[in-house]
């Protein structure tokens, strides 16, 4: 790989729908760079991005992909990135490595919920965007597509490019002001494009006012800075199958796209102790070394592999950087530049490069690598989409939980958006993704990988309980059975609180408010524990309690026989009986569904939602006929939404969902899921 400086690295992440396109563009572009001698297929599942055989088996990526390449002085890093909605968290956690993303759409397809979502992601991370409209030679109203985005993201999606001859070829608009293409006079398209870029620019704007004409060369620093301040999104056209434009759209990465020098800064903080404060980080090789890591795979030659964007200084074998907070540094032995599965050792990594290195266990996902000496730095974290399509699971054979343990815990450190939740009461263990596809994948994963197989059920839905009142509790605990006897007495009170309240832990405020030693301090902590165990193992219906303050402020011991069990016992009855005072409620998860569907089916999905106890929030017209419906509904009336959308719609619906909030459950739901609620009360 050849050497290069901070200013010669372009980073893109590639996103953009399924089936767009973004693969068999990364083949081209690998071809034109020497890197393979012949561009591969998805379909016959020789790509250097899909090169996991179970990418190969489903016929789509499922996980972001490294590839690195040389352009014209320029090395470019880009992260090929699943455009399926179930795979979406693997895209939105390549943002913070990259300066800018490429949003690459099917003009056939349109523009969908998944292209969309990364765009606003994309914009409200403050990194420049680009759009690059493939399959050109496959027919269609390309300008009607192209006014099409325009109106969803905004008059900034100028194009840089048009197609010419049938989607055959493309000529540039940048650097033509003459000519004709597929989408009408490219002089209009160049004005358009000029205008754009000298508004961020009041001098240039002037000259240009005055001349009439720039030349490309006066442009190059403003449309840069046009990028960065989401004044412009450029929009390129490629047919990545017959490579058209694919050269064209490597070098406007290599002489448009902006360095790592260049891009906007990244939210960075310092922490220590009590003090938060923010943290300019630059793209110095000779400062203090700062890296992020973005992705932990798993290679089953290497082991584990945690990669990292270096933002500042120079990180190379023999530096020992610490991992968020602790203390010792790790020890970075190798380091190793990847391309799809292919890698190679580096001896350093300067800003902008991305690199992984292995066998490091204090690395995880999110985490800063730092030097530091005083505190620590982190990186405001990007918000990924919060599992919630969940599947009940056991194992098939005997004895093999420990094996199912450790895959399953290799496989929540790869990816953020796949979960492990342990039901105590309901004895459920329930692995959480993004839809049905995402969890589907991580069990054939399991099985091919780790040789656990698993039956599934759908699990039980996961809902809290509170109250809604103050309220008192009594118990006194006494047992005497021959020798040394058990005794302690408690009073409390319970009220509910906000989740925000200060001193809340895991939905708990405990307070002592005794005085006079009515309880001795060293049963205190007794009686928190009795409490926790309801707070954990729940009161009406075995889950979870939350937002409770629980004020101890009177009772009764006795020297001999009062015991640490003793008063873990009074204060666990005593919540209970407090609980059954105060108005107890169970809360229910709700969701945020965004549904995109063609636009004469509103109002078939309108009312099977509301017979789903769904509430409608608003809906948009996007072009092409389509409409996007925003709406909030109980997790345990849309748990499989999906088949009842592919019905409504014959197939042409998506939707996106996400966790909102909790809310009451309808008396009747309660009551259903009280009835079935079966305490086991402890033995004394």
């Known amino acids: 790989m050849a050497k290069h400086g901070t200013e010669q690295i372009r980073n893109i992440a590639l996103t953009g729908p399924s089936a767009a396109g973004k693969t068999t563009l990364v083949e081209a572009m690998l071809a034109h760079a020497g890197v393979i001698g012949r561009a591969g297929t998805v379909e016959d599942g020789n790509t250097v991005s899909d090169w996991d055989e179970l990418e190969q088996q489903y016929g789509h990526s499922i996980d972001s992909t490294l590839i690195g390449l040389d352009h014209a002085d320029c090395h470019i890093n880009i992260i090929d990135t699943p455009g399926r909605g179930d795979f979406i968290g693997k895209a939105i956690s390549s943002l913070p490595a990259v300066e800018t993303m490429v949003m690459m759409v099917d003009p056939s397809v349109g523009v969908d919920p998944v292209a969309r979502r990364m765009m606003k992601l994309a914009a409200e991370r403050n990194l420049p965007r680009a759009i690059l409209i493939n399959k050109i030679d496959n027919g269609g109203d390309l300008s009607g597509f192209l006014s099409m985005l325009q109106e969803t993201f905004g008059s900034a999606c100028c194009p840089i490019n048009l197609p010419t001859d049938g989607g055959t070829s493309v000529i540039s608009c940048f650097q033509e002001s003459s000519g004709d293409s597929d989408l009408g006079d490219v002089s209009d398209h160049h004005t ?45 056209f490629t047919s990545a199958r017959n490579s058209v434009g694919v050269v064209e759209f490597m070098a406007q990465i290599a002489r448009l796209f902006p360095n790592p020098a260049e891009g906007n800064p ?108 005083k505190g620590w730095i982190e990186m405001n974290s990007i918000q990924l989409p919060k599992p919630m399509f969940g599947l009940a699971i056991e194992t098939t054979t005997k004895g093999a939980e420990a094996k199912l343990g450790d895959a399953i815990a290799r496989m929540t450190a790869e990816d953020p958006t796949f979960a492990l939740e342990r039901n105590a009461t309901t004895k459920e263990l329930v692995i959480r993704g993004i839809g049905e596809l995402h969890l589907r994948a991580k069990l054939q994963l399991l099985k091919d990988r780790y040789g656990v197989e698993v039956a599934t059920h759908p699990p039980k839905v996961a809902y809290k309980e509170t109250i809604t009142s103050k309220a008192e509790g009594h118990h006194r605990h006494k047992k005497q059975s021959g020798g040394s006897g058990q005794f302690g007495e408690v009073y409390l009170r319970i009220e509910p609180v906000a989740d925000e309240t200060e001193g809340i832990v895991d939905g708990l405020d405990f307070v002592d408010d005794t005085f006079g030693g009515s309880v001795p301090k060293q049963f205190m902590p007794a009686i928190e524990k009795g409490v926790r165990r309801v707070m954990l193992e729940g009161a009406i219906a075995g889950y979870p309690m939350q937002n409770i303050r629980v004020s101890v402020y009177d009772g009764k011991h006795h020297p001999v026989d009062s015991k640490e069990v ?31 569907i063609p636009a004469g089916k509103i109002g078939d999905i309108s009312s099977d939602l509301s017979g789903r106890r769904g509430r409608i929030q608003g809906t948009d017209m996007l072009p092409g006929d ?52 079966k305490p086991q009360d402890d033995e004394d």
């Open 566 to 596: 003793a008063f873990v016992t009074a204060g666990r009855r005593a919540f209970i009986d407090a609980i059954q005072k105060a108005r107890p409620v169970l809360l229910e998860p709700f969701v945020r569904l965004e549904i995109t």
């Open 266 to 373: 990244r939210p960075f903080h310092l922490l220590g102790g009590e003090a938060r404060e923010d943290l300019e980080v630059q793209a110095d090789a000779s400062a203090s070394p700062v890296g992020h890591c973005f992705k932990v795979a798993s290679d089953p030659f290497v082991g584990k592999l945690c990669f990292f964007r270096v933002h500042q200084g120079t990180i190379n074998n023999s530096t020992n950087p610490k991992v968020a907070d602790h203390k010792k540094g790790a020890r970075l032995a190798h380091l190793y530049a990847y391309c799809g599965k292919s890698h190679e050792e580096v001896s350093a990594a300067v800003p902008g490069d991305i690199v992984a290195v292995s066998k490091i266990d204090e690395i995880t996902y999110d985490d800063v690598l730092h030097t530091t000496a």
């Open 192 to 236: 358009a494009l000029v205008d754009q870029i000298v508004e961020v620019d009041e001098e240039l704007m002037e000259k240009y006012l005055e001349a009439g004409e720039l030349a490309p060369e006066e442009l190059l620093q403003p449309f840069r800075r046009a990028m960065r301040e989401g004044h412009l999104v450029p929009v390129g």
């Open 626 to 677: 389509l409409a996007v419906v925003q709406a909030e509904a109980p997790l345990s009336e849309v748990m499989s939404y999906a088949n009842q959308l592919k019905s409504i719609t014959g197939g042409a619906g998506s939707y996106v969902m996400e966790y909102s909030h909790d809310e009451n459950a309808p008396p009747n739901v309660q009551a259903e899921v009280v009835a079935s609620f």
